[in-house]
């Protein structure tokens, strides 16, 4: 499942040669049928919220992947001038789906009724070892190549701590599930269909 700005596109087109689509994990349940679905071995890579909000803005602000990304720039953010308005002035819990890189991480996992439907969180931060065990959970011999990488300050020297607070209340959910915190995090893994401390 390609959560955006969580490096889906150098893993998917590490693993499988193609660019990854965006589909959230029922849709996929939907277009394989329960059925299939349930036999995949299904996987996601997760990413610091703080880390990955600036990521989108900054990937957005500069222009995005195609047309249509410029074009929702030069509608939505033209009027902001750095990271901190957008997030103090701009961005409010309905805009969290104004574009796809804004929406929550578990909105792409987890059902409606809150089950999570993947086997896999492996984690941006460990991005390199996570990649390695799935690979060879799906018996592929190859190495990730960085693909999209964006060329920006590291996000912990652009946030001050109204924005830390704000981020965190917003993607409260996320920060809770995958055990994040604004500096560090505490690794989760799936056990039984739910996320709990990595032991």
Do not use: C
Not at 2 to 14: D, E, N, P, R
Not at 65 to 76: K, T
Not at 80 to 108: C, G, M, N
Not at 119 to 132: A, L, P, R, S, W
């Amino acid at each position: 499942m390609h959560i955006t700005k969580s490096a889906g596109t150098s893993v998917a087109l590490s693993l499988f040669g193609k660019l990854p689509y965006h589909y959230r994990a029922w849709e996929y349940r939907v277009i394989f049928g329960r059925r299939r679905f349930n036999q995949y071995f299904k996987f996601a890579f997760v990413r610091n919220p703080w880390d990955r909000l600036y990521s989108a803005y900054s990937y957005l602000k500069g222009g995005g992947w195609n047309d249509d990304d410029r074009a929702w720039s030069q509608q939505h953010l033209t009027d902001i001038d750095d990271f901190e308005q957008f997030v103090l002035e701009w961005l409010t819990p309905e805009r969290l789906y104004a574009h796809i890189h804004f929406w929550p991480q578990s909105d792409f996992i987890y059902d409606e009724k809150g089950k999570l439907l993947i086997d896999y969180v492996g984690y941006f931060e460990d991005i390199n070892t996570d990649f390695k065990q799935i690979a060879k959970q799906l018996g592929i011999h190859t190495d990730l190549s960085h693909t999209n990488k964006s060329q920006r300050q590291g996000y912990q020297d652009v946030y001050t701590p109204e924005a830390i607070a704000k981020v965190a209340k917003l993607y409260q959910q996320d920060i809770q599930r995958f055990g994040y915190e604004f500096a560090s995090h505490r690794r989760q893994q799936v056990i039984n269909g739910t996320l709990r401390n990595e032991q």
